[in-house]
C-alpha cells in the first residue's frame, strides 16, 4: 500500500514537471544588518548580484527587497568601514523564504583606505585561519545522497572519510577516531547528533539535527577555538536561524525514510510590529520499519525526534534564547516469513537498541552598553538513557548474552567573554559541569557484571587574544585552555594546560600563508571511567586526559571572489590513548559500529599520529555553478602497549576524494551530484573459532590488524530538483539515485550459522560465509511543502 501512494504522487510530480508548471509570484527578501557587537548598522546597502534589486537597512539595520522573482541568488552588503560580505545560493520561494541577516566585520583600514579584495569576500575566522568550511543551509538540504541529513553532508567535506560501506554517519576527520569529535548547537555542546548512536561515541545511521533549523554548518578539522574543550579532531557548528518574526509559516517534508512537520512565526506581535519573540519548533518520525517489512528485512529501526527554539529579544542590549533537541529510538527485529541466509544472519546478530536522549537548554546573551563588547551566558542540561542488549534467541528474547543499561546526564554552565580594546579582540570564560553516569551490565562472554554510578564535577577556563597588523595583512591568535575534573586522579589544571596560535599573512594580493600549533585534551568516555571489574571496583580512574599536539601549514589563493584554492599540510601526534587490556588494541579502532564503546579494562598508554596533505578547491554559485572537489592524503597509525609499534588504524584508507557540485537551470530546475573515493581500508578480520563459540557475538581477531584490507570504496550520486512557486505555497521535488555507477560497496566478510533450506542449524555448528550484495543503486526522493 505505502510503495502504491507513493509511486502514483511520484507519477504526478513528475507530470508536472515534464508539464513546465510553473506558477511564478514576485516575493520579498528581508533580514538583519548587525556588526559583531550586535549593534543595528544603519545604511548599508544590500543588493541581489546580476539584478537591479536592491534596498539600505533603516534606523534598526532591518532591510527588505520587494518585487523579487524566485530563484537562486547571490546576495551582498556593502557598508563604508565594514568588510563586504555575501551570503551565496541563496533560494528565494513564494512561501518559506526565511531572513537571511548579516554580521558585518569593521575593516581594519582607514575610511579613506578601503579596498576590497577577494579575500574580504571568502573568507575563514581569524582564530581558525585554516582547516575550516562553512556550508549554508542551501547547500546542505541540496546535497545528494545525504536525504537532508546534516551529519551525511558533513561526511563529503575535505579530510572526512566515509564510514566503512558508507552507511553511517561517523565522522572520521583526518585518520581520528569517531568519538574525537565535540558538536554545538547555537554555543551549547550536544554530545550525541545521531539516531542509535553508538555510546562512548557519537555515530549512528542517521542524523537527529532538523536542516530547516539551519543557518550554517561549520566544521574545523583543527586550529579549534579555546573555547571547545574535548576536540582532538573536529568540532562541528550548528547555526540556528532564528523563527519568523513576521509571520507564521511552516513546511511539511517527505522522504525516502521519515517525515517532519517544522513550524515557526512570532509570538506576542502587535499589529504592524516585527515581534520580539520568534519560535521554531519541529517533530520527524521515521517509516523505515514499515518500510523493512514490506521488503521482509528482519530488522525495525523505528525513531522520533524534537526540536525546538525560541528567542526573545528583551531589550536592544539583552536576548534569551532556549534551545531543545530530543529523540526516542527503538531497534529490534521481526521473524523472516521465509528463510534467507543473509537475512538470518541479520536477525541473530543485530542488536536491541531502547535509546533517549534530551537536550534543554538557555543562553543570555548581553551586548554592553558602552559597545566594547558582549558576554554569553549558556546553562544546558542533556541526557542519554541506552539499553543495548544481545540475545542468543532474539525472536523470543531469551538468552541474553548481553547487556548495557545506561544512563549519562550532564548540567553545563558556560560563560563566554568578548570584548574589543582598540584593535584587539579579546575572549575568555569558563566552564563548569556536573556529570552522574549509572550503568548495569551483563556480559556473558567475559564472565563479568555490576553496577555503577558515579558522578563528578568537570571544569575549565581559557583566553584569547586576536589581532591584524600591517593594514589586515598579518591575522594573529594566541589563545590556551585548561581543564580538569574531580574523578580522576592523574590530572590537575596545569597538566592539562594547552596552548595554541595561529598567523594567517597575505604576503600577495589574494595569496595567504597561514598555520597553526595547538595542543588539544579529552577526557576518556563514562563508558570507560565508571567500568568496574568483577570484584565492582573502578578499575579505570587513574586514566590520563588524551593529549593530541597539531600542526598545520597552508597556502591559500582566491582566483575570484566566489573561487579559491587552497592547500595544507598537517602533522597530528597522540600520547595518552586509551588501550584495551582485552584486546591489545588502540581504541582509537574501535567505536565504528553498533556497540558500547569503553566498557572494559583500559590503560591510557597509547601512542598515535596521523599527517599528510590536503587540496581544496570551493567555487560558489557563480554563472550557474557551484561545487567543492578535494583530495587528501594520509597516514593514520596507533600503537597498543608497545609504544614502538605502530599499526595502520582502520581509518587509514591513506586517500580521499570527495567532489560535490550543482547547476541551477532555468526554470527553477537543479542537478547536482556527490562523489567519494577512498582508498584501500585495513579492516579486522572475524576471529572465527571464537566467534562461532560466542555467537550471535562476532569477535574480531585485533592481532590481524593491518593484515588484510578491504578494496577501494567509489561512489557517485546524482540528484535532480525541481521548484514550484505559488501564491499560498510552494514546492520543492527531488529525486536522487546512491551508487548510480552500481559499484561494489566493499565491507568485511559477514558469516552466519550453517543452516539447511528450513532454517534448521546444522550439526555440529559451523560458520559460513554470507554472501551480501552491496553494488546496487538506491533511488529515493524528497518532497517539501512550504507554506
Request: aromatic share 14%.
Amino acid at each position: 500500500m505505502i510503495f502504491k501512494i507513493k509511486f502514483h504522487l511520484l507519477s504526478v510530480l513528475l507530470i508536472l514537471a515534464m508539464g513546465n508548471i510553473n506558477a511564478q509570484v514576485n516575493t520579498s527578501i528581508y533580514g538583519q544588518i548587525n556588526d559583531e557587537l550586535g549593534q543595528p548598522i544603519s545604511g548599508a546597502s544590500v543588493f541581489l548580484e546580476g539584478t537591479q534589486l536592491g534596498a539600505q537597512s533603516d534606523f534598526n539595520g532591518t532591510y527588505e527587497i520587494s518585487s523579487v522573482t524566485p530563484g537562486s541568488y547571490n546576495i551582498i552588503v556593502k557598508y563604508l568601514g565594514f568588510e563586504p560580505q555575501t551570503k551565496f545560493n541563496i533560494i528565494v520561494r513564494s512561501k518559506g523564504t526565511p531572513a537571511y541577516n548579516f554580521t558585518l566585520k569593521e575593516a581594519t583600514q582607514q575610511l579613506d583606505e578601503v579596498v576590497v579584495s577577494n579575500a574580504n569576500i571568502i573568507s575563514r575566522p581569524k582564530e581558525t585561519p585554516l582547516s575550516t568550511q562553512t556550508l549554508s543551509a542551501v547547500e546542505i538540504a541540496t546535497y545528494p545522497g545525504s536525504n537532508n541529513d546534516v551529519v551525511k553532508v558533513a561526511q563529503t567535506l575535505p579530510g572526512v572519510s566515509p564510514s566503512i560501506g558508507g552507511f553511517r554517519n561517523d565522522l572520521i576527520i583526518r585518520g581520528g577516531a569517531p568519538n574525537e569529535n565535540v558538536y554545538y548547537l547555537d554555543g551549547m555542546e550536544i554530545p550525541n547528533i545521531n539516531h542509535f548512536a553508538t555510546q562512548g561515541s557519537a555515530g549512528g545511521p542517521q542524523g537527529l539535527i532538523n536542516v530547516s533549523f539551519i543557518d550554517n554548518v561549520t566544521l574545523s578539522t583543527s586550529a579549534f577555538n579555546a573555547r571547545y574543550d574535548n576536540p582532538l579532531s573536529g568540532v562541528l557548528q550548528f547555526k540556528q536561524r532564528n523563527g519568523n518574526a513576521r509571520n507564521f509559516a511552516g513546511n511539511f517534508r517527505i522522504s525516502a525514510s521519515e517525515a517532519a512537520l517544522t513550524l515557526e512565526g512570532p509570538l506576542f506581535k502587535k499589529e504592524g510590529e516585527k515581534s520580539k519573540t520568534t519560535f521554531l519548533a519541529s517533530v520527524r518520525r521515521s517509516y523505515l520499519q514499515f518500510l523493512f517489512e514490506v521488503i521482509g528485512l528482519p530488522i525495525r529501526p523505528d525513531y522520533w525526534d524534537y526540536q525546538f527554539k525560541l528567542n526573545h529579544e528583551i531589550n536592544e542590549f539583552n536576548t534569551l534564547t532556549f534551545l531543545g533537541l530530543g529523540s526516542i529510538d527503538n531497534f529490534t527485529v521481526r521473524p523472516l516469513d521465509e528463510f534467507d541466509e543473509d537475512r538470518q544472519a541479520t536477525l541473530d546478530q543485530a542488536p536491541f537498541i531502547e535509546q533517549r536522549t534530551n537536550t534543554m537548554g538557555v543562553s543570555w546573551r548581553n551586548r554592553f552598553k558602552n559597545g566594547n563588547g558582549f558576554m554569553m551566558t549558556t546553562l544546558s542540561n542533556n541526557s542519554l538513557k541506552n539499553n543495548f542488549t544481545r540475545y542468543s534467541d532474539p525472536v523470543n528474547e531469551e538468552g541474553e548474552v548481553f547487556n548495557n543499561d545506561a544512563s549519562e546526564t550532564e548540567t553545563k554552565l558556560r560563560y563566554e567573554l568578548t570584548q574589543f580594546y582598540e584593535e584587539w579582540k579579546l575572549s575568555s570564560g569558563f566552564n563548569v559541569q556536573q556529570s552522574d553516569y549509572t550503568n548495569i551490565t551483563a556480559d556473558v562472554r567475559n564472565n563479568l557484571t555490576f553496577d555503577t554510578a558515579i558522578d563528578f564535577m568537570k571544569y575549565g577556563l581559557f583566553a584569547n587574544a586576536t589581532r591584524s597588523f600591517y593594514n589586515n595583512r598579518l591575522d594573529v591568535s594566541l589563545g590556551f585552555r585548561m581543564d580538569n575534573d574531580s574523578f580522576t586522579t592523574n590530572e590537575n589544571l596545569l597538566s592539562t594546560f594547552s596552548p595554541r596560535f595561529s598567523a594567517s599573512y597575505e604576503f600577495a594580493k589574494d595569496w595567504r600563508l597561514s598555520g597553526s600549533i595547538g595542543r588539544y585534551f579529552k577526557l576518556p568516555p563514562y563508558t570507560i571511567l565508571g567500568f568496574r571489574d568483577a570484584n565492582n571496583e573502578l578499575i579505570n580512574q587513574n586514566v590520563a586526559y588524551t593529549q593530541s599536539d597539531h600542526l598545520v601549514l597552508g597556502l591559500q589563493h582566491y582566483f575570484t571572489p566566489s573561487s579559491s584554492i587552497s592547500f595544507e599540510g598537517f602533522y597530528k601526534r597522540y600520547e595518552d590513548y586509551p588501550v584495551s587490556v582485552r584486546d591489545r588494541v588502540s581504541l582509537a579502532n574501535k567505536g565504528g559500529g553498533f556497540e558500547v564503546l569503553g566498557s572494559e579494562p583500559i590503560e591510557t598508554v597509547g601512542m598515535g599520529r596521523a599527517y599528510g596533505t590536503e587540496l581544496l578547491f570551493q567555487q560558489k554559485l557563480s554563472n550557474n555553478f557551484y561545487g567543492i572537489l578535494s583530495y587528501t592524503w594520509f597516514y593514520s597509525e596507533f600503537t597498543g602497549f608497545d609504544t614502538d609499534t605502530y599499526l595502520p588504524s582502520v581509518w587509514d584508507s591513506r586517500h580521499l576524494i570527495s567532489f560535490v557540485g550543482g547547476y541551477k537551470l532555468k526554470r527553477n530546475w537543479e542537478v547536482s551530484s556527490r562523489y567519494r573515493f577512498a582508498g584501500r581500508t585495513p579492516f579486522l578480520p572475524t576471529d572465527l573459532d571464537a566467534t562461532l563459540e560466542n555467537y550471535p557475538e562476532v569477535i574480531l581477531d585485533y592481532s590481524r590488524l593491518g593484515a588484510e584490507k578491504l578494496n577501494i570504496f567509489s561512489q557517485l550520486d546524482i540528484r535532480i530538483d525541481k521548484k514550484w512557486n505559488f501564491e499560498k505555497f510552494a514546492l520543492n521535488f527531488f529525486f536522487e539515485v546512491q551508487n548510480i555507477l552500481f559499484q561494489d560497496i566493499p565491507s568485511p566478510t559477514e558469516y552466519g550459522l550453517n543452516r539447511d533450506t528450513m532454517g534448521v542449524v546444522v550439526q555440529p555448528e559451523s560458520l559460513i560465509t554470507i554472501e551480501s550484495d552491496f553494488g546496487s543503486p538506491i533511488p529515493g526522493f524528497g518532497i517539501v511543502f512550504d507554506f
